[in-house]
Structures are given as structure tokens and as C-alpha cells.
């Protein structure tokens, strides 16, 4: 342990992309308490996304303030919290009012494919700095945006390179909010996902900050995961002189939450899109020759990095939303897997859902939505059990890019998110990829793996066992009897 605690309770600020919660938990790992907030999505042209940073800072302490309320908590009561954010949106702010130059600009926002092409000729490729970055130069990622923003907010580029404007993701903004200011510092999970840091040191690389054009003075500290230097808050009243233990990014957060501890250990959260992630020690990194991202997955203060490879697929939960509302296949998700139900299989219907294009492996912005197989006996039963298959189809495509890479066979996934509700799904999932699927009890896996951290780092937990002891099942499917 980093430091001895008498507080049971830990926190988790869970920042996502379209909200904002707060959890608490106790030491047995179940949730105390629970407080959401909506932020307000902006979109000034097609295909822009934009946050107001300020108002996710308000949603914060809100929420703080509200689940602290009522689990009937004070300050001395927490150990500390963590904060698991959705990575790459980037904010810039002013050091010294702290108020924000522009609208945060969100991961999946396209406004920098210009840059991005730019950036591509001027480096080799999509590829070019995969060696040095673990990942492909996409809008997807930080350093496009902050480009996007230097060229294109009057004032910027002279006030960064005068040192008076800082950078950050939304985990290291919401960091320098609660600690009034007295700590810039994020975490490699989130660092590593702008492509200004090298995939082996894990820290800033000068010739990337040179190709992006980026003045050193305005980036953060780098810190371990757990138990880094980020701070202890004093802006937020409800849970004033805690510690901020841990930040993880979303996706790591929930391979954390998932207890995914040994190499090869992988968890796939089905969402609006799919993500899945295999931990992959704490070796070198291996670089991706299959279109994965090379990520590391969190590291504890004086250990090594852990690392992890990702994969990412675009369209899975949000494929059944639109069969609801825009072929009305039914009035709700629960309808359509009721339809899809009816129906043995999909009988060689096959959907691909590339509609705006494909993510791993492929990275085709191009590709566009696909059904074929179709006969006179298919009905829209068939199509929507397609439609379900597809996310295990698409998720068994980056199972195989994940082995072809790293040599490991899957023993089991772990899955969480909202569609693991259905029991189609992580049946047909087990039969496909050939392994079992293990459903989590506590379907919280993000804010839960944000909290364990940040518990590890003050001592309400003492190792990575006493967490894996925590993850209880609720659910195994195995491999069905008839696999063809």
C-alpha cells in the first residue's frame, strides 16, 4: 500500500460522454451511493461534437455533493476517489481564471479529418507514427484536435507559447479544477491517447511535439495511474482535503473493474460501439500489425507500466437503435430481441454495420452498411437477429487480429454494457470466438475500476488479489452443444 486508511469508503468520478456520475463505494466493493447528470452535446456543423468543460466541472460537484448527501458522508469518510473519463476530448483553459478558451472537442468529433490527412502525407501514412505512438493518426485522437484549435482560436498559439494556457484531457481538467489549481497532471492511460507520447517511455516525445506543432510549457505532468500526484481537492466542499488517487481512462477503467490482472485476461464492453481490451503485461509494448491500438493499461507508482491492446468496433448497441427508429422494427430494444428471438438463427442473413465506416481491424472510412443473404424466407425476425450476430462477428474479427498479434489463445472474455442483457448475444459470442463469456455481478465496471485504484493507493485495499477477490460472477455461457 502507498499509505494507510482508516476511511472505508472510496469514489469514483465517472465522466462520461454524455454524462456525469459520482459513486461511492464501501470496502466490499458494492455501491453506496450514485448521483447522474446529462451534459448538453453540441453540434455546430455535421459531424462536430463539442462539450462546454465548465458545465461538466458544475455536473461534478453536483453530483459529488448529491450522492455524498445521500450516503450521509463527510469528507473524513473517503479514503479518496478516482476519475475515469472518456478519453482524447480536449480542453484548453486559462492558467490563471481557469475558464476555458474554447468548447471542448469530443473524441468522435470528424473536424480535424483535414489535419489528419494533412498529417498523414507529411508522416508516411496512417501508420507513420505507429511505431513510436502505438496508434494510427486519426481524428480520433488529441493532438489533431489541439492542432484544430491552435490554427483556428485567435490568440491561441501566441498564449500557449507564452505559457499562459494549459492542455489537458477531461480527467486532467477536472483534476486542476478540484485541486484549485495546484496540480496539471494526468495520467498515462489518457496521455498515451493524444500522440505526442512515446509508446515505450511513456512520457512527452519532443519530435511529436514538434511535428504537432505544440509548445511543451502548456502540457501536463505524466503520473502513474495509481497513486500519481494529482492533487487534493479543495473546490468542492462535499468531499474537501480528499485525495485524488487514481485516473484511469474509461476503457481501462473497466478492464480494471473486470480484474483483468493476468496477460491475456480481456473484456469487451458492448455499448452504443464495442470495445475490447486484453492485457498484455508489462513488457514491451507490442505494436500492432493487425490495425489494433498498442495502449498501456495502467500502472501502479513504482511498478512498471502495464500494457494493453484495444480494438475498438464503431456500431454495435447503437445498430439495434437504429432498427427501433428508423426501420421501426419494434417500439424498444427488449421488442427487438424478442423478434429476434423467434427465429433459431439468422439463417444467412449477415449484417455489416459500417455506417460510418469500419474501426478495427480494418480502419476504412469509406466502407458503408451492408445485408445480404437475403430470400423470399427471410423475415425481419432474421434481420434482427443479424443485427445482434453482427456484434459478435465484428468482435470476434478483433479476437483474431488480437491473437494474430500477441500469440494468445482467449481463455475467457468478460463482457459488461448495456446489450450483455441479451442472452442471444453472449451465447452466440461464446459459440463463435470458441471460449467462455463471464458476466460481472457489478455491472458498474468503469466507476468500480476507477475506485479499486484509487482504494489501492491508499491502502482500503493492499494488492490486485484482494480486488480480484472483490469481481464476482453472475453469469457464465458457455459453448453450445451443437457447434457446427
Avoid at 483474431?400 to 463482457?415: Q, R, Y
Wanted: glycine share 8%; proline share 4%.
Amino acid at each position: 500500500a502507498l499509505s494507510a486508511s482508516p476511511s472505508k469508503y472510496v469514489g469514483a468520478l465517472d465522466q462520461g460522454t454524455s454524462s456525469t456520475r459520482f459513486v461511492i463505494f464501501d470496502q466490499q466493493g458494492e455501491v453506496v451511493a450514485l448521483s447522474q447528470k446529462e451534459h448538453t452535446q453540441y453540434y455546430p456543423e455535421p459531424g462536430w461534437v463539442e462539450h462546454k468543460a465548465e458545465e461538466i466541472f458544475q455536473n461534478s460537484v453536483d453530483c459529488i455533493t448529491d450522492a455524498m448527501k445521500q450516503a450521509e458522508l463527510n469528507p473524513e469518510d473517503v479514503s479518496s476517489i478516482g476519475i475515469t473519463n472518456q478519453r482524447e476530448t480536449t480542453v484548453v483553459w486559462d492558467k490563471v481564471t481557469g475558464e476555458p478558451l474554447h468548447n471542448a472537442i469530443v473524441w468522435n468529433c470528424v473536424r480535424t479529418s483535414g489535419i489528419v490527412s494533412e498529417f498523414q502525407s507529411k508522416c508516411g501514412g496512417v501508420d507513420g507514427l505507429r511505431e513510436k505512438t502505438g496508434l494510427p493518426i486519426s481524428t480520433y485522437f488529441s493532438a489533431t484536435k489541439l492542432r484544430w484549435l491552435m490554427e483556428n482560436v485567435p490568440g491561441l498559439k501566441e498564449k500557449a507559447e507564452a505559457g499562459d494556457v494549459l492542455f489537458g484531457t477531461i480527467d486532467c481538467y477536472l483534476a486542476w479544477k478540484l485541486n484549485g489549481g495546484t496540480r496539471h497532471a494526468t495520467d498515462i492511460t489518457n496521455a498515451a491517447r493524444t500522440l505526442l507520447v512515446n509508446i515505450n517511455t511513456l512520457e512527452w516525445d519532443d519530435s511529436l511535439l514538434e511535428t504537432f506543432d505544440v509548445p511543451a510549457c502548456m502540457l501536463p505532468s505524466i503520473e502513474p495511474s495509481i497513486g500519481g500526484e494529482f492533487g487534493v481537492i479543495n473546490q468542492c466542499p462535499a468531499l474537501d482535503g480528499v485525495p485524488i488517487g487514481a485516473i484511469l481512462g474509461d476503457q481501462h477503467a473497466a478492464t480494471f473493474g473486470q480484474a483483468c490482472f493476468n496477460v491475456g485476461d480481456a473484456k469487451c464492453t458492448f455499448g452504443t460501439g464495442a470495445f475490447i481490451m486484453m492485457n498484455m503485461g508489462s513488457d514491451d509494448p507490442v505494436v500492432s500489425k493487425q490495425g489494433l491500438l498498442t495502449t498501456p493499461f495502467y500502472q501502479i507508482k513504482g511498478q512498471p507500466a502495464v500494457y494493453a491492446l484495444e480494438g475498438a468496433v464503431a456500431v454495435a448497441g447503437s445498430l439495434i437503435q437504429w432498427l427501433r427508429d428508423n426501420l421501426e422494427l419494434g417500439a424498444s430494444a427488449e421488442e427487438i430481441a424478442e423478434l429476434a428471438s423467434s427465429v433459431k438463427d439468422a439463417e444467412g442473413v449477415r449484417f455489416v454495420p459500417a455506417f460510418n465506416g469500419l474501426f478495427a481491424p480494418h480502419w476504412r472510412d469509406d466502407a458503408r452498411g451492408t445485408i445480404c443473404g437475403l430470400t423470399f424466407y427471410h423475415t425481419k425476425a432474421h434481420i434482427a437477429r443479424a443485427a445482434i450476430d453482427a456484434a459478435s462477428f465484428q468482435t470476434a474479427e478483433v479476437f483474431d487480429a488480437m491473437k494474430a498479434d500477441s500469440g494468445i489463445e482467449l481463455s475467457a472474455l468478460k463482457v459488461d454494457g448495456g446489450m450483455t442483457v441479451n442472452p442471444q448475444l453472449l451465447q452466440f459470442l461464446a459459440d463463435i470466438l470458441g471460449t467462455k463469456v463471464l458476466q460481472p455481478k457489478n455491472l458498474e465496471t468503469t466507476a468500480a475500476g476507477v475506485a479499486f485504484a484509487a482504494g489501492l493507493s491508499t491502502g482500503v485495499w493492499n494488492s490486485l488479489d484482494q480486488i480480484a477477490d472483490l469481481w464476482a460472477e453472475a453469469k457464465q455461457v458457455d459453448l453450445s452443444i451443437d457447434d457446427e
